[in-house]
């Protein structure tokens, strides 16, 4: 029997990545969030001086990564990053190298080796299309961009970094661009995934839905699309 997994793909600020981690954390699952993995890259890259369009140089820094998950942290050769790979210099450069698909291609076994017994819930772009496309239950989480915005800014600021709303909306919307317009792994739903509108949802309305989903398979084949 093959381990399962839960795919949860969406655009930026979808709230999928708190979605699937309570998702991970009620099943027992582990949790990949490959979105860490382009912006860990993206960081080893602004701080080496690498240049955003050396698709090559990029690939050998995407491929010799050296990272561990622990818990809330996240380590790049043992240095605590997880909230320096979160500024949005560090997302947009992340939105520029993912477009190139030699590094994609030297994601790949790292994000494969995530699928461990019991199972594994993966928040991405790519989850259902590309890297896991036999996955049993597959989710688009998506929102209003006005709604991703103010959720962004309001996790910035939290965190206690400067944050303005109408440069986020323009950010926002010109990484859904390049995202969603890339020739290599597109953002789009996977085949047969359950499109999920979180605009006037709660976390906990969501987590729910998706449990739901994975719990009874055959209660909601009508609702997927
Ligand atoms: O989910 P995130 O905002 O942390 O992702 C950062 C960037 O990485 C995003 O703009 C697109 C890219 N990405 C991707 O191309 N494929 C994935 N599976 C995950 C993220």
Redesign the pocket.
Known sequence: MSIPVITI?GP??SG??TVASRVAAALGFAFL???????LTALSALEAGIDLSDEPALAALAKALEVRFEGECILLRGREVQDAIRQEAV?NA??KI??LPAV?AALVGLQHGFRQPPGLVA?????GTV?FPDAPLKVFLTASAEARASRRYKQLIDKGFPANMTALLQDLKE?DA??TGRAT?P?KPAEGAHVLDTSDMTIEQAVTQVLDWYRRPGDSLAQGN
């Open positions: 793909d930026t600020a999928k990545g969030d490959s979105g860490a993995l382009y912006r997302g992340a939105s993912a477009a994609r928040d991405g772009r790519d989850m890297i990484r390049r995202d792994a953002l």
